[in-house]
């Protein structure tokens, strides 16, 4: 059958087609993968990455740092260095202190060269700089990451670099990344959107999502870091759904979507009701920061199902215990002794 191509795109076409091709095109784009488990976010942070690497050299030279100075066929002017506090260095024959905080080696090398001229120390050098041992950019990974980390910034480096660094979030990981960041003179403000950031004279603080991170693919949420930062994960809240009653007892994450976790919820989370449940004689078992102890909230399950009892919403560390047929009457003590399992206890992330 022969095709009029012409036609077909667009000159005569039918403009009924055009919303088909529309259609059949983006059936054929490339989707973004989900990240629904932690295993799958971890491995998208241990991805290789992408794009121009830079060299550990473009990283600005800072105080404390310790560099090594070698002066081709001047072993006296060959040496190692420790950046002062001031951000200056000395080396024997010139005159001055030389400046080097903020400079990259390359810069430096240069400066050197420039040095050595005008002082008439050499005519030609060759100078060769190298950062034999870095202190002074810290990037501090704390929270629900696998390994905190002070990481060193050796060369530029983004988050999901240093996430990778961290050895990838924790299965209580929470929604967000928080980056606290001195304010630094000339350092423009990064806003990933445009409710992610706020800052004052003395500190920016950028909030991202982590799913925005790792599934959205734009680099905008895969901020550069810098020395000085702090990047936090708070951990999740977890509520605990216990008891014979439950299909699948166990610690559940909270993610936090905005809409508040209630017990009928977190029943659902945790696969129903077994068919021996009692519902009804089901407690929340929530600690009352003025006594330490937790204190026991009756719930009737089965009444909030047909909406005649209020479905009560639950915090982070809740215990919801609901017995079956043969437990009713220990319903305190089996909470207890089965959140005291501890490391027993199957965390699993809702989503």
């Not at 009924?16 to 490339?30: E, I, N």
């Not at 973004?32 to 550990?56: C, E, F, L, V």
């Not at 430096?108 to 120390?121: F, I, M, S």
């Not at 215990?319 to 959140?339: E, H, N, Q, T």
Request: aromatic share 4%; with cysteine.
């Amino acid at each position: 059958m022969d095709v009029n191509i012409r036609n077909f795109w667009g000159w005569g076409a039918k403009p009924a087609l055009l919303p088909m091709l529309l259609v059949w095109c983006a059936l054929l784009a490339p989707a973004q993968a989900r990240i629904d488990t932690p295993q799958q976010a971890n491995d998208k942070i241990q991805q290789p990455p992408t794009g121009q690497q830079s060299r550990p050299g473009d990283t600005p030279i800072g105080t404390g740092d310790l560099i090594h100075i070698d002066v081709f066929d001047v072993p006296e002017l060959s040496r190692d260095v420790r950046v002062s506090d001031t951000g200056d260095i000395s080396l024997p024959l010139i005159s001055g202190r030389v400046s080097a905080a903020g400079l990259t080696v390359f810069q430096l090398e240069e400066k050197l060269k420039q040095l050595l001229v005008e002082n008439g120390l050499v005519s030609h050098p060759d100078v060769s700089v190298f950062l034999k041992e870095q202190n002074s950019q810290p990037v501090t990974v704390i929270g629900a990451v696998n390994h905190p980390i002070v990481y060193q910034v050796i060369r530029p480096t983004n988050l999901l670099e240093l996430l990778s660094a961290a050895g990838g979030v924790t299965d209580d990981a929470g929604s967000q990344i928080v980056i606290s960041r001195p304010t630094r003179p000339g350092t423009a403000v990064i806003q990933p959107s445009s409710d992610t950031s706020s800052s004052n004279s003395d500190q920016q603080v950028i909030s991202i999502r982590l799913q925005d991170l790792l599934e959205s693919g734009d680099s905008k949420y895969n901020v550069p870091v810098y020395g000085g930062d702090v990047v936090s994960i708070p951990r999740a809240g977890i509520v605990y759904v216990l008891g014979a009653g439950i299909a699948a007892p166990g610690g559940y994450v909270i993610q936090n979507h905005g809409d508040q976790l209630t017990v009928l919820k977190a029943v659902a989370m945790a696969h129903g009701l077994s068919g021996y449940a009692k519902p009804d004689d089901a407690v929340i078992m929530r600690l009352n920061p003025a006594t330490g102890q937790r204190d026991e909230i009756h719930v009737r399950i089965k009444q909030m199902e047909t909406h005649r009892a209020e479905d009560p919403p639950m915090r982070s560390s809740d215990i919801l215990y609901v017995p079956d047929s043969a437990g009713r009457k220990a319903l305190a003590k089996g909470a207890s002794a089965a959140l005291g399992v501890g490391t027993g206890i199957a965390i699993y992330r809702v989503q």
